[in-house]
């Protein structure tokens, strides 16, 4: 079945810790990938996408994902995270030829002073 | 300009009341959304358009009315909602892609909808 998981509902990291939130996607052909940011209230921002190129794509913010289509992931990474990445973030796909764009649950980022 | 705009950001409304949400992009896209989402869950896709037509209705219920006057503007016409649909009520647009994909949505902020 055609699906996005993020494994992780919650994490917790240090201010200036180190961060990864996973992403795995389960579709025939390598659809088009997000990660989107939502701070309580309001809307969705878009961080980075992928849809061919450098595995490795940069995003706003100091994020950067990366795409492994051997493991069909699209992990999100921040070097040294700040109070205010504190929020809810979403992984989202756009298949082939498909008018939707579907997210995984989430994962709650919790900082730690 | 990459800004979706909805109004109002707020509402309150009755069971027996209609009201109307609006969302408006100026970005050319000819692809419109309307999310509907809960605290502490993801966006649920409700209605898609694609070129002004309506290429998805995720099974929503018939007080749930979306309309695409033009390219640029989307509402959703509410009618004898339920306490149940109190929720997050977001637009999005996207335009097409290369090869048969979606590019990337751009949000509204949302209208935060109460039904009292």
């Known amino acids: 079945a055609q699906s996005v998981t993020q494994p992780d509902i919650h994490i917790t990291v240090s201010e200036g810790a180190s961060l990864e939130l996973r992403c795995n996607y389960s579709y025939g052909a390598t659809p088009y990938l997000f990660w989107y940011v939502q701070s309580p209230g309001q809307g969705l921002q878009l961080l980075l996408k992928?849809?061919?190129?450098?595995?490795l794509v940069q995003g706003i913010k100091g994020f950067e994902a990366e795409f492994k289509r051997s493991q069909s992931s699209f992990n999100l990474r921040k070097p040294s995270v700040h109070w205010s990445d504190a929020a809810e973030y979403f992984c989202?796909?756009?298949?082939?030829?498909?008018?939707?764009?579907?997210f995984g649950k989430g994962t709650r980022l919790h900082i730690l002073p | 300009d990459t800004e979706v705009t909805q109004t109002p950001k707020h509402l309150v409304m009755g069971m027996t009341n209609k009201k109307s949400l609006k969302c408006e992009q100026h970005m050319g896209h000819r692809a419109m959304y309307w999310y509907k989402q809960k605290a502490k869950k993801p966006p649920e896709l409700m209605f898609v358009?694609?070129?002004?037509?309506?290429?998805i209705n995720e099974s929503v219920p018939s007080r749930f009315s979306p309309e695409c006057p033009n390219s640029s503007l989307l509402n959703l016409h509410l009618h004898a909602l339920q306490p149940e649909d109190s929720a997050l009520y977001l637009c999005a647009s996207s335009q097409d892609g290369q090869g048969g994909f979606r590019t990337e949505a751009f949000f509204g902020q949302g209208t935060r909808l109460t039904v009292v």
């Open positions: 358009y694609s070129y002004e037509k309506l290429s």
């Open positions: 992928y849809f061919s190129g450098d595995t």
């Open positions: 989202a796909v756009a298949p082939y030829r498909d008018d939707k764009i579907i």
